[in-house]
């Protein structure tokens, strides 16, 4: 069975640092590549960042200034695990984070009934 399993949320002051991160297990071969998403009610599902699997990152512009360069991806292949740095977090950044093995996802609502998701891990960004 694959499985994705994030990890590393929890309850951090406005301005203070977080590193998530999500181990894959039972995949045969090699993950083309992860992304991290967010959620917080009532908002959508909100794409945060993506890596290939040979490490390259993809972001749109818009994205980029979205997060103003205080989220960074990494990706351990030897581990099967990817990492979500958060800098300077903001009170708003308070989500559940999920990773899956899908980059582009765009639906409403995340994790969706298809595809390899994640449990998610909460985050909470107190003021």
């Known amino acids: 069975e694959v499985r994705l399993v994030e990890s590393g949320g929890g309850v951090v002051q406005a301005g203070g640092s977080l590193n998530i991160s999500c181990t894959a297990s039972?995949?045969?071969?090699?993950?083309?590549?992860w992304g991290w998403y967010r959620q917080a009610a009532p908002d959508g599902c909100e794409f945060v960042s993506s890596?290939?699997?040979?490490?390259?990152?993809?972001?749109?512009?818009s994205v980029k200034g979205r997060f103003k360069g205080r989220f960074t991806i990494s990706l351990n292949n030897a581990k099967d695990t990817v990492f979500l740095q958060m800098n300077d977090l903001k009170p708003e950044d308070t989500a559940v984070y999920f990773c899956?093995?899908?980059?582009?996802?765009?639906?409403?609502?995340?994790?969706?009934?298809?595809?390899?998701w994640g449990q998610g891990t909460q985050v909470t960004v107190s003021s």
């Open positions: 899956s093995t899908d980059r582009l996802f765009m639906g409403n609502n995340c994790p969706p009934s298809f595809g390899v």
């Open positions: 039972g995949f045969r071969g090699a993950i083309p590549g």
């Open positions: 890596i290939t699997g040979s490490g390259g990152i993809e972001i749109s512009d």
